[in-house]
Nanobody
């Protein structure tokens, strides 16, 4: 059974940092891109960041560019999201996802992702 399990969420003050992790089990995703999405209350799920299977290319939403960094460790089957300079508008449930394409460019569309985690709450207080 394939599982993606996020961790590292929590409550932080504005300007602070958090590091999210997403551990995959049940299969390896070393040939697949990985992404992070988020959903705030009353809003649609939105793209945050994505990384290629090798880690050689990354893309970000404009709202997080320069503050968030996505990375991965294929030996650990884990992807990370380092979030710095957090703002109250970053408050959301954060989801990691695995792209269904093999060795493809990083993608922003949620429908490109086949597997999803259950999400981890990030709350940024002002």
């Amino acid at each position: 059974q394939v599982q993606l399990v996020e961790s590292g969420g929590g409550l932080v003050q504005a300007g602070g940092s958090l590091r999210l992790s997403c551990a995959a089990s049940g299969r390896t995703f070393s040939s697949h891109g990985m992404g992070w999405f988020r959903q705030a209350p009353g809003k649609e799920r939105e793209f945050v960041a994505a990384i290629t299977w090798s880690g050689g290319s990354t893309i970000y939403a404009d709202s997080v560019k320069g503050r968030f960094t996505i990375s991965r460790d294929n030996a650990k089957n884990t992807v990370y999201l380092q979030m710095n300079s957090l703002k109250p508008e970053d408050t959301a449930v954060y989801y990691c996802a695995a792209d269904d394409a093999v060795k493809a460019a990083p993608r922003r569309m949620a429908r490109a992702y086949e597997y999803w985690g259950q999400g981890t709450q990030v709350t940024v207080s002002s």
